[in-house]
T-cell receptor, first 112, second 109 residues
Framework: NAGVTQTPKFRVLKTGQSMTLLCAQDMNHEYMYWYRQDPGMGLRLIHYSVGEGTTAKGEVPDGYNVSRLKKQNFLLGLESAAPSQTSVYFC???????????FGPGTRLTVT | RKEVEQDPGPFNVPEGATVAFNCTYSNSASQSFFWYRQDCRKEPKLLMSVYSSGNEDGRFTAQLNRASQYISLLIRDSKLSDSATYLCVATGGSYIPTFGRGTSLIVHP
């Protein structure tokens, strides 16, 4: 099992550009999450999904959109990147509510 | 006030020492608790779940105090390889797990 994978691993964007981050899991987990991690801020939840076709806002959803068209994939989109979105983005999945999460290796995004 | 709070440290301890971290949570409806370990520039990895009765995994012991709303992690006989950031997580009445900002541990020779 690959577990949770994320693509790309690194990306540099110019302000105003758009991009999509892909998260895939092969553990048949229902729940998937997108976090960002900034120095001194810890992990902050952007959006999450409790099943295929569902999405919900987390703590810091502004400037991001998500889609969960297939159970194994969770996409995070930035429509118009801003320097404030420079961060490390982690995807995670869990079997269900209250279960432990498994994280992908992260995407390091720089917006100039 | 953040829902889950941790002392950021760093805790600087010699090899072989015993070190303990606490983590407080504000949502009394929280039901699930975990400790994760995160190495520099890596993803968080599950260290252990935290049960009401307390649980132990080798040198690591986790405990939950519901009355005072905190969880703890005890590391005995610290190794150099234990140097990392330790994150606590509480999942409350919503679907959202809430992470603390992490406690940094540095184990030196």
């Amino acid at each position: 099992n690959a577990g949770v994978t994320q693509t790309p691993k690194f990306r540099v964007l110019k302000t105003g550009q758009s991009m999509t981050l892909l998260c895939a899991q092969d553990m048949n987990h229902e729940y998937m999450y997108w976090y960002r991690q900034d120095p001194g801020m810890g992990l902050r939840l952007i959006h999450y999904s409790v099943g295929e076709g569902t999405t919900a806002k987390g703590e810091v959803p502004d400037g991001y959109n998500v889609s969960r068209l297939k159970k194994q994939n969770f996409l995070l989109g930035l429509e118009s990147a801003a320097p404030s979105q420079t961060s490390v983005y982690f995807c995670a999945s869990s079997y269900g509510y209250g279960n432990e999460q498994y994280f992908g290796p992260g995407t390091r995004l720089t917006v100039t | 006030r953040k829902e889950v709070e941790q002392d950021p440290g760093p805790f600087n301890v010699p090899e072989g020492a015993t070190v303990a971290f606490n983590c407080t949570y504000s949502n009394s409806a929280s039901q699930s608790f975990f400790w994760y370990r995160q190495d520099c520039r890596k993803e968080p990895k599950l260290l252990m779940s935290v049960y009401s009765s307390g649980n132990e995994d080798g040198r690591f012991t986790a405990q939950l105090n519901r009355a005072s709303q905190y969880i703890s992690l005890l590391i005995r006989d610290s190794k150099l390889s234990d140097s990392a950031t330790y994150l606590c997580v509480a999942t409350g009445g919503s679907y959202i797990p809430t992470f603390g900002r992490g406690t940094s541990l540095i184990v030196h020779p």
